[in-house]
């Protein structure tokens, strides 16, 4: 339309966007802030100093770190788990025929409509029953595949052409050496996708943590936070300091990651 | 997550390319390469499903083997004022959220549907709280709609209205819940209608200005039936999404002021890992589940009778 002039949409888009940003921007701003700054009436919306006194107490006055490492190898380990697994059951349904694979599928897909919280009781007394309540592998274990994680990589493999792999195949190849060396080199963009997506669900996740963890040493980085604001409940610099540093690792990987992000949610990973 | 559908239609289809001869290594290998993964997630969801259904028939209190109660837990149910209240609560959740999350994400999509300098900034800016944790979330919106201390308070002092209530009463603090979650959430329809905008195809887009359709036209007679099909999608896990409404109550209001917050899903955890009554808990999760099974078959078949009148 215009092509000289900047155009009139940014008008409604800069409101827009700043309502779901600004209380984002406010907590990096408060985090700089001092108690006396943050509790009085109203409070302020732009720090008089930079003041480090939050991140020094989450930082060098709590186990704070402790949580975050906690949370850093619990994600990890199931980010790995997931890109391995899941990529091999996904291949497999959208390449191979074999007893039950498709009953399976429609099984597997079909769990994500059960709640968490219908499965979270037996979940914890499973746990409970083997000992490995309040440890860190209880919070790997139900999470080292999905069924989102094996949705994405079926339609991703299903939308694949198979020239390559059948190439392959006719050299001689077995199918775990043409997926390992043919498939899986070629499956980056689906394999990033699955990837963002399941390192922001997992350092994210509340709920099971909440349940399977009770010792203060095992807390993921979200499970110590929320408990961390109920022991400071005044100190809110410090609380805010927490969640800039426990929102940091999502973010960085959301902006790294957006495009593949976004393919994941709508299910239109292509090669 | 959103092509169910369209992944059932290409299995179903796979037979006809090729005449089903399995050979016992064909299963070997294909059941090596699916089985790990699918182990993990039936194990995890069909066992502990069973299991819950069992405990709801029992006392359990997590420690000991519950007693056998038979119906008393489902019976106690409908006796427990908490549990309409948390009834009350979600359906409130549900009935605000989701069809604001509709509109709302809907126009947002049409908004950003549009080449200008730094639309991917824009197109970003939405997602960020969709990305942050509710723990996150919820500290900073519990401290931005505190009452004594928080900065919407003090919005409404500037602009000379009275202070409010808020998170810290009881008529007011589940709508203040939503309207945070709100926030959380709408930002995975903005980018599933966006998608969905982007796939119309152009020629269509150009008749239409040809003929002189305006933008309102444009919208309610090309773009709102072309996005029917994730309108239904979108419908069904926003409401997935509202009845397990739970991370935000935790780092916010923890079910308070007076219960006032308590959902479905806080008042299992509560049954469960606070009071220790975790056979009843169960048997709230299970009439929950039947319940949202039962609101998603009926929404899908008022959504197919919509389809086949037009």
């Known amino acids: 339309?215009?092509?000289?002039?900047?155009?009139?949409?940014?008008?409604?888009?800069?409101?827009?966007?700043?309502?779901?940003?600004?209380?984002?921007?406010?907590?990096?701003?408060?985090?700089?802030?001092?108690?006396?700054?943050?509790?009085?009436?109203?409070?302020?919306?732009?720090?008089?100093?930079?003041?480090?006194?939050?991140y020094r107490t989450v930082l060098g006055g709590s186990d704070f770190p402790r949580w975050f490492l906690n949370s850093v190898l619990v994600s990890g380990a199931i980010v790995v788990a997931q890109l391995a697994l899941c990529s091999m059951a996904g291949y497999a349904f959208a390449r191979m025929r074999f007893i039950g694979s498709r009953i399976t599928l429609v099984l597997v897909i079909a769990t994500a409509l059960i709640p968490f919280q219908l499965t979270v009781i037996p979940t914890f007394l499973i746990f409970n029953k083997v000992g490995l309540t309040d440890t860190l592998g209880a919070l790997i274990v139900p999470q080292l595949s999905s069924a989102v994680g094996i949705y994405l990589m079926t339609a991703f493999?299903?939308?694949?052409?198979?020239?390559?792999?059948?190439?392959?195949?006719?050299?001689?190849?077995?199918?775990?050496?043409?997926?390992?060396?043919?498939?899986?080199?070629?499956?980056?963009?689906?394999?990033?996708?699955?990837a963002v997506i399941t390192f922001i669900t997992a350092w994210n996740d509340l709920f099971w943590p909440l349940v399977a963890i009770s010792s203060e040493a095992n807390y993921t980085?979200?499970?110590?936070?929320?408990?961390?604001?109920?022991?400071?409940?005044?100190?809110?610099?410090?609380?805010?300091?927490?969640?800039?540093l426990t929102t940091l690792p999502v973010l960085a990987v959301f902006l790294f990651g957006q495009r593949r992000f976004v393919q994941a949610l709508t299910g239109a990973v292509k090669g | 997550m959103s092509n169910v559908q369209a992944l059932s239609r290409t299995e179903t289809a796979a037979p006809k390319r090729r005449p089903d001869r399995r050979k016992p290594a064909d299963n070997v290998t294909g059941w090596s390469f699916a089985g790990p993964a699918t182990v993990v997630i039936l194990g995890f969801s069909l066992i502990p499903m069973a299991w819950a259904l069992m405990l709801s028939f029992t006392d359990s209190d997590l420690m000991t083997p519950g007693r056998n109660v038979g119906l008393d837990n489902y019976r106690a149910l409908f006796q427990d004022p908490v549990f309409y209240q948390a009834l009350r609560n979600t359906g409130l959740l549900v009935v605000l959220y989701i069809p604001a999350s509709l509109i709302a994400g809907l126009l947002v999509a049409v908004l950003l549907n549009r080449k200008v300098r730094g639309i991917g900034f824009y197109r970003a800016c939405f997602l960020v709280p969709y990305i942050a944790s509710a723990t996150s979330a919820g500290l900073l919106m519990g401290y931005i709609f505190d009452r004594d201390f928080g900065l919407m308070n003090g919005l409404f002092v500037k602009l000379g209205l009275p202070v409010q209530g808020l998170l810290s009463s009881p008529s007011q603090a589940m709508f203040v819940l939503t309207l945070i979650f709100f926030w959380t959430r709408f930002g995975f329809s903005v980018v599933?209608?966006?998608?969905?905008?982007?796939?119309?195809?152009?020629?269509?887009?150009?008749?239409?200005?040809?003929?002189?359709?305006?933008?309102?036209?444009?919208?309610?007679?090309?773009?709102?039936?072309?996005?029917?099909?994730?309108?239904?999608?979108?419908?069904v896990w926003g409401l997935i999404d509202a009845l397990q409404f739970f991370d935000l109550i935790?780092?916010?209001?923890?079910?308070?002021?007076?219960?006032?917050?308590?959902?479905?899903?806080?008042?299992?955890?509560?049954?469960?890992f606070s009071f220790f009554t975790a056979g009843y808990g169960a048997a709230v999760a299970y009439v929950l589940f039947a319940g949202t099974l039962l609101l998603i078959v009926a929404g899908l078949l008022v959504a197919r009778r919509r389809g086949a009148m037009r």
């Open chain 1, 1 to 54: 339309m215009r092509r000289r002039l900047p155009s009139g949409w940014h008008l409604v888009l800069v409101p827009m966007s700043a309502v779901t940003v600004l209380p984002f921007v406010w907590m990096v701003l408060s985090s700089f802030m001092t108690q006396g700054e943050l509790n009085r009436f109203p409070p302020s919306v732009w720090p008089e100093a930079l003041d480090l006194g939050g």
């Open chain 1, 157 to 194: 493999f299903q939308s694949f052409p198979k020239e390559l792999e059948e190439a392959a195949r006719i050299d001689g190849c077995s199918r775990f050496a043409v997926f390992f060396r043919v498939v899986l080199p070629v499956a980056k963009p689906a394999l990033a996708a699955l």
């Open chain 1, 221 to 244: 980085v979200q499970v110590g936070l929320t408990t961390f604001q109920g022991q400071h409940k005044a100190d809110w610099p410090a609380v805010m300091a927490g969640t800039v």
């Open chain 2, 192 to 235: 599933i209608y966006l998608a969905a905008i982007q796939e119309i195809s152009k020629e269509v887009l150009e008749a239409a200005a040809i003929d002189g359709a305006s933008r309102w036209a444009t919208f309610w007679h090309i773009i709102v039936p072309s996005v029917r099909s994730m309108t239904i999608f979108l419908g």
């Open chain 2, 250 to 272: 935790v780092t916010t209001t923890k079910g308070g002021p007076a219960n006032s917050t308590v959902t479905i899903v806080y008042y299992v955890w509560q049954l469960a």
